[in-house]
Nanobody, 118 residues
């Protein structure tokens, strides 16, 4: 059974930090590009950061320099370090796995809530 389980969300003041984790199980982690998406209330889900199978990283403009994505293939885990948080970063953060070269082979986690107060 494939699972992506996120953790680490919570309530934090503006300027604070959080570290999100996503543990994968039920599939071979290494060949999958791993991403974090977020969805704010009333908004579409947007890609925040990606760490591909070569550990190259990509970020949406609004988080570049504040967020860091990383992966530990030995632990089947992807992380997202969130620093200098802003109220606009509030939303549900989702982990996403997509098999390189097989777009339909993809999985979502259930999400973890991040709330940043001003």
């Amino acid at each position: 059974q494939v699972q992506l389980v996120e953790s680490g969300g919570g309530l934090v003041q503006a300027g604070g930090s959080l570290r999100l984790s996503c543990v994968a199980s039920g599939f071979t982690f290494g060949p999958y590009d791993m991403s974090w998406y977020r969805q704010a209330p009333g908004q579409q889900r947007e890609m925040v950061a990606t760490c591909d199978i070569f550990e190259r990283t990509y970020y949406t403009t609004s988080v570049r320099g504040r967020f860091t994505i990383s992966r530990d293939n030995a632990k089947n885990t992807v992380f997202l370090q969130l620093n200098s948080l802003k109220p606009d970063d509030t939303g549900v953060y989702y982990c996403y796995a997509q098999r390189r070269g097989r777009g339909s082979d993809a999985y979502w986690g259930q999400g973890t809530q991040v709330t940043v107060s001003s």
